[in-house]
């Protein structure tokens, strides 16, 4: 799909609460190039820096993007300790910029695989940035949907046990406040780049009514152009979450 050419005013019309990313495409942008695959994850991170900047400057309150899976891991080692240092980097150098800018920083996945460097540091971006309100960022790293719900029936599970719920107590309503998602809006909107058209194990119980864009376009290409085009075609949506369209508005939450 071509870039736009122009981007027509986005402003009057509901724009998605809560954005979700996958940012796909880093390698094969690096390939095209003749160059290390890494040098394609260098410039996706400029790229998502752009995305973030971009949903504050556009009022968007909640963008996540998926940076990690819990199944990249299967990845060649250099790869992987590659990017572990490109995030390290990130998170030591850039929260700065990200706390003055009013982003509120949180890391969602399994941290006991990133290693004890990396927590530290998450640790202190999310204490520094709690208390900011522009933008919610969550960065999903070592993250998988599964996994995810598998921690929250542990979670529930144990709570039966210890006998502070019964088993009839569990709801929709328990299961998401056990999700790391808890106290985040379900996305309205997820962008996948790079040509696939999956979810590869992302936000698997929060996108049961989220709207589904794919583009061709690989992440480190991904400009605010292309943005603005994949909110534009979200405007174009109607949302009935099994309604019809008369009585579908405001039933998101029913
Ligand atoms: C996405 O780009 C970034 C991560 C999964 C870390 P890829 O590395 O998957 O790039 P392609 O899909 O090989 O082009
Ligand atoms: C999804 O991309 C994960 C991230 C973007 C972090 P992948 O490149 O890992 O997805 P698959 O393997 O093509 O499904
Ligand atoms: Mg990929």
């Not at 080692?77 to 910029?97: A, I, P, R, W």
């Not at 106290?183 to 997820?190: C, F, K, N, S």
């Not at 936000?203 to 603005?228: C, G, I, K, N, R």
Request: one cysteine or more; a negative charge.
């Amino acid at each position: 799909m071509p870039a736009p050419t122009s981007i027509t005013d986005v402003e009057n019309v509901p724009l998605p609460r809560h954005v979700a990313i996958i940012m796909d495409g880093n390698g094969r942008w690096a390939r095209a190039r003749g160059l290390p695959r890494i040098a394609g994850h260098r410039r996706g991170a400029e790229a998502a820096k752009e995305a973030i900047r971009f949903c504050a400057s556009r009022n968007i309150p909640y963008l996540t993007i998926y940076a990690f899976s819990s199944e990249n891991w299967k990845r060649p080692d250099t790869e992987v300790s590659e990017l572990m240092q490109l995030l390290s980097f990130y998170l030591g150098e850039q929260v700065k910029d990200l706390h003055r800018e009013g982003v509120c920083l949180r890391i969602i996945g399994d941290r006991s695989r990133l290693g004890a460097t990396i927590a530290q540091k998450i640790e202190e971006a999310e204490a520094l940035t709690r208390g900011n309100t522009r933008l919610h960022l969550n960065v999903a790293l070592s993250y998988g949907g599964r996994q995810e719900i598998g921690g929250a029936v542990r979670q529930l599970a144990e709570r039966v046990r210890n006998g502070e719920i019964a088993p009839e107590q569990i709801t929709e309503a328990t299961i998401h406040d056990a999700l790391y998602t808890a106290d985040i809006p379900d996305p309205d909107l997820l962008i996948r780049t790079g040509g696939e058209q999956r979810i590869s194990n992302f936000l698997l119980w929060q996108m049961a009514y989220t709207e589904l864009y794919f583009t061709d376009t690989l992440w480190p290409d991904f400009t605010s152009a292309h943005f603005t085009y994949a909110l534009q075609e979200y405007q174009q949506r109607e949302r009935r979450y099994g309604s019809i369209r008369e009585h579908a508005a405001g039933e998101a939450a029913a």
